[in-house]
T-cell receptor, first 113, second 112 residues
């Protein structure tokens, strides 16, 4: 399935590094989401974009910085992360915020050393 | 109270068993409901939508009880491949529209 793609699939970074996660959806959706999922824990919603505008920021630390240049692309810029930020980062899209079904990308498995 | 609550599990069942998961939601104005499946170290994928009249897809049956605000998923004749985490998902009213809320999930282990 190639509806929602994410790159890279795996990322190892040091605490002083700066990296970016990329998400692209080919479904014509208007809403995009970033989720964090730590090992054996539930999904945690981080950010929501609807028609390129950020509509939710669930108290995410500023070391995570989202960017949504258009309805098809979503980035998560990372800097000065902590080891506890190691997790699976999932991108999803839906026709509109809170409407219809969310489709997920395969995720980026991030390890912070 | 959490907005969406699920049986914590894990459920350990033998192959061929019937297993049922329940999920409750707090906002009576919620409008659409889904069950997702998440395999270990993979992304969640839509299993089925849940309709007011109930719906069935092969061995899977989903039901919605609006009066009691709960959703159920029944799996008949469990297969080893059904082992996964099952997520209850609800679209609830939110400022300016709706938001999608995922339950914490229920883990299912089907054993030979």
């Amino acid at each position: 399935e190639t509806g929602v793609t994410q790159t890279p699939r795996h990322l190892v970074m040091g605490m002083t590094n700066k990296k970016s996660l990329k998400c692209e959806q080919h479904l014509g959706h208007n809403a995009m989401y970033w989720y964090k999922q730590s090992a054996k824990k539930p999904l945690e919603l981080m950010f929501v974009y609807n028609f390129k505008e950020q509509t939710e920021n669930n108290s995410v630390p500023s070391r995570f910085s989202p960017e949504c240049p258009n309805s098809s692309h979503l980035f998560l810029h990372l800097h000065t992360l902590q080891p506890e930020d190691s997790a699976l980062y999932l991108c999803a899209s839906s026709p509109e915020r809170g409407g219809g079904t969310q489709y997920f990308g395969p995720g980026t498995r991030l390890t912070v050393l | 109270r959490k907005e969406v609550e699920q049986d914590p599990g894990p459920f350990n069942v033998p192959e061929g068993a019937t297993v049922a998961f329940n999920c409750t939601y707090s906002n009576s104005a919620s409008q659409s409901f889904f069950w997702y499946r998440q395999d270990c170290r993979k992304e969640p994928k839509l299993l089925m939508s849940v309709y007011s009249s109930g719906n069935e897809d092969g061995r899977f049956t989903a039901q919605l009880n609006r009066a009691s605000q709960y959703i159920s998923l029944l799996i008949r004749d469990s297969k080893l491949s059904d082992s996964a985490t099952y997520l209850c998902v609800v679209n609830s009213p939110y400022t300016g529209g709706f938001k999608t809320i995922f339950g914490a999930g229920t883990r299912l282990f089907v054993k030979a």
